[in-house]
């Protein structure tokens, strides 16, 4: 492994995995520099860090422009590097998390597809759509979209709450031979076998100290599709508040084990993700940023950074090296976190940086 100044580890880094000319290699590292040195997708904040004879104004237009690339997109920036960083993936399952959230303007929403990671979910692919609901079409846009970039001989599981719960992503998911979990509303109707009435899945009974696991059975009586596994617990959900929900349904094509609540759970890493966007990380809710070109540029360029902080963040903890960001006995900073705010202090100090891209175990 290398070591160079950040500047020079990102350009190494980018020139090995990722087909850019030097220039297009020049604005790339800019950017993510700009981005992890600001904390902040405002550009204003981001044209300070810029090391640019120009003023002000003339670097917050070249970062207008720059973010408007043809090459700054997902495909041909963020998919070699995230295809090989996942190639270093030792596991024999791989956990998909798909889930939506709404940006600041509240008229447009963030549909992402990410990978478990260690509690946390490493952003795939992704989309800005309007404010609402996905429909099938849409999700199965960003699974297809993502099949290239897995590993091969692996086995995957889809989570999902109740918006990616239709019966027809279900079918797709089997056809592709992968497993899921997905949340489904009190309203959808089951039955064991063939011949039983159908109710409602509200007519469990669950309590906060009994769940409840039933195993072949069937989903929704306009489609009759099974078989499926179904399990519901107490598990109460507020919004802006108020409780939203008392207990959680999910159907699976997994069987039904005492560590399947457990293997469900890793839905809320994305939830973290989506939290490093915004309240706790780059704040992507205040960037202002109507123009659709530039809105995707530079979420290519934060999940760009987001993914190599936290492979760096994973290296200190493997290597015992966080105590210079991080000394308390146990860990509370995410590996984005720690990955992050290690970048800074190697900059600030002026001490080199690894030419890192793993996903240590």
């Known amino acids: 492994m290398d070591y160079y100044r950040l500047e020079e580890a990102l350009q190494v880094l980018f020139e090995d995995i990722i087909p850019l000319s030097r220039v297009q290699n020049t604005t790339l590292r800019e950017l993510c520099i700009g981005v992890l040195l600001a904390g902040s997708t405002q550009l204003t904040r981001i044209a300070r860090w810029l090391k640019q004879d120009t003023q002000q104004a003339s670097r917050v237009q070249w970062l207008r422009r720059s973010l408007q690339s043809t090459f700054l997109s997902q495909e041909y920036v963020y998919y070699p590097f995230v295809k090989h960083v996942l190639a270093s993936h030792r596991g024999s399952i791989i956990h998909l998390v798909m889930d939506r959230t709404a940006l600041g303007d509240k008229q447009t929403d963030l549909l992402s597809l990410n990978v478990n990671f260690r509690h946390h979910a490493l952003p795939l692919v992704w989309l800005f759509m309007p404010h609402g609901m996905s429909d099938y079409e849409t999700q199965k846009t960003l699974v297809d979209r993502c099949r290239p970039l897995l590993p091969r001989d692996t086995s995957f599981v889809f989570h999902g709450d109740t918006e990616f719960g239709s019966v027809k992503l279900m079918q797709y998911l089997r056809n592709l031979k992968w497993d899921f979990i997905v949340g489904q509303s009190s309203k959808t109707t089951y039955r064991h076998k063939q011949g039983n009435s159908w109710q409602a899945l509200s007519t469990l009974a669950v309590t906060k100290r009994q769940a409840v696991y039933l195993n072949q059975v069937e989903l929704t009586q306009c489609h009759a599709y099974g078989w499926l596994n179904l399990f519901a617990f107490y598990q109460p959900r507020f919004s802006n508040r108020r409780r939203k929900r008392n207990i959680t349904y999910c159907a699976t094509s997994l069987p039904i084990t005492p560590a399947l609540r457990r293997i469900g759970q890793r839905r809320w890493g994305i939830e973290c993700y989506f939290k490093d966007c915004k309240s706790a990380g780059w704040n992507l809710q205040l960037s202002d940023l109507?123009?659709?070109?530039?809105?995707?540029?530079?979420?290519?360029?934060?999940?760009?950074?987001?993914?190599?902080?936290?492979?760096?963040?994973?290296w200190l903890c493997k290597t015992s090296n966080r105590r210079a960001v991080d000394s308390k006995?146990?860990?509370?900073?995410?590996?984005?976190?720690?990955?992050?705010?290690?970048?800074?202090?190697?900059?600030?100090?002026?001490?080199?940086?690894?030419?890192?891209?793993?996903?240590?175990?």
């Open 290 to 314: 109507t123009h659709q070109k530039r809105r995707e540029g530079l979420l290519t360029v934060l999940n760009l950074a987001y993914l190599w902080a936290t492979c760096i963040g994973r």
């Open 329 to 361: 006995t146990q860990r509370h900073l995410s590996l984005f976190r720690l990955g992050w705010n290690w970048l800074v202090h190697q900059y600030t100090m002026d001490k080199p940086c690894p030419t890192l891209s793993i996903l240590y175990p």
